[in-house]
């Protein structure tokens, strides 16, 4: 029996000595960590920051209150929001009322017309994603539409919703920031009656679900962040309408990462559903537009989130983290004529801008959090 174990043990060693022979000499000297971390797929993280505000809709009084020394200067308006907006990689808004520019002849309501100077100044302050589309997109004709489009054109910046032709509208435009690609489509419901010309659709995109899905199977597998811009909703209503909740169930199933609501004027609630972050309406962010006791068209919501990409084993995935949500305070001064505007941070609201800010905050903090709680909100600073 000795012997027989003995056997064994002989064979065992012979074994063993000959797998070793047969081991790589760079395998020989490696530690048992080095070997695991060889075995285990590496994931590559890749990080971008996107900020969100709502509306540009420039009432004549906004325009006159910039003009100064003979060109129109926003620079003071935004003073503010500037420092904020520079910290993120890309930055949305919705220019609402057309930047066809001063040769065609500035406009107030119902039918605008802006200053391409405004645009200059939002770039500048560090928005470079612009929904061009919205129920004033065609309130000057298309000569408008044109001279904004090629304003946009000389600009690096994305924009969706209006183009100078078919081709440009067919060629979704797709951009890349820190390894993560992307792109924004963007749609209204409508343009306040005024017709678009036959055959030129081109001009603004008008929703609806054959559209969309069209557009966004022709680029989700494109690109790794998918944002719609949509003006839609009812004017002045906290609540988002059924057609706002089932066109939001639609977009989420096709696949996109983030909805963002225009057109109420007011701030209306964010949620999610399944993965898809949507953002019913984040209300003005400048304007002239007159305003109740609770100053809901003057309260604005500024949305922040950071998209983290993971890639492993060739698949890559999007996810959305440190979502955050601010209040902006449209301010101006009431008199013969609106002055001094300017976007206020809720952050630095005081006395000043408004002396009920502490109460704005609590209504309209809760209206963002209407349909889910756990949405963050900055709080008051002390």
Not at 127 to 136: E, K
Not at 185 to 195: D, E, R, S, V
Request: glycine share 6%; proline share 3%; hydrophobic share 35%.
């Amino acid at each position: 029996m000795k012997k027989k174990l003995a056997l064994i043990g002989i064979l065992i060693i012979i074994i063993l000595s000959a797998i070793y022979l047969f081991i790589p000499d760079k395998q020989k000297n490696e530690s048992p960590k080095k070997i695991k971390e060889k075995t285990e797929t590496k994931v590559k993280t890749s990080k971008l920051s996107l900020v969100m505000v709502g509306d540009a809709l420039l009432h004549g009084s906004v325009y006159r209150d910039a003009y100064k020394n003979g060109t129109y200067d926003f620079s003071s308006q935004l003073e503010l929001i500037k420092p904020i907006i520079q910290k993120y990689d890309l930055a949305f808004y919705n220019q609402e009322s057309i930047l066809g520019g001063t040769q065609l002849g500035l406009s107030d309501y119902p039918t605008f017309n802006s200053p391409q100077e405004f645009g200059d100044a939002m770039i500048d302050t560090g928005f470079n994603l612009v929904s061009l589309a919205n129920n004033h997109t065609m309130d000057r004709g298309e000569k408008a539409v044109l001279s904004s489009c090629e304003y946009w054109k000389t600009k690096d910046v994305l924009t969706a919703g209006s183009y100078s032709n078919a081709e440009e509208a067919n060629e979704i435009k797709i951009k890349e920031k820190n390894g993560i690609k992307y792109t924004l489509l963007a749609y209204t419901y409508g343009t306040n009656g005024i017709k678009v010309p036959e055959g030129k659709d081109y001009l603004v995109n008008i929703y609806s679900d054959e559209k969309a899905k069209a557009d966004i199977e022709k680029v989700r597998d494109k690109v790794d962040l998918l944002m719609v811009s949509m003006h839609w909703g009812s004017e002045y209503q906290t609540e988002p309408t059924e057609t706002q909740k089932k066109q939001a169930e639609f977009l989420a199933s096709l696949g996109v990462d983030i909805i963002i609501g225009t057109h109420p004027h007011i701030i209306e609630p964010i949620t999610y559903i399944n993965d898809t972050l949507v953002i019913y309406s984040l209300g003005n962010f400048i304007s002239a537009q007159s305003t109740n006791n609770d100053y809901n068209t003057m309260t604005e919501l500024m949305t922040s989130v950071d998209v983290i990409k993971e890639e492993k084993d060739g698949q890559a995935t999007i996810k959305l983290d440190n979502l955050n949500n601010e209040l902006l305070f449209n301010y101006y001064q009431k008199g013969s004529r609106w002055t001094n505007f300017k976007v206020v941070p809720f952050s630095m609201m005081n006395e000043t801008y408004n002396s009920d800010y502490k109460r704005l905050y609590d209504k309209y903090s809760a209206v963002v959090k209407m349909y889910d709680q756990n949405i963050p909100i900055n709080p008051l600073q002390a």
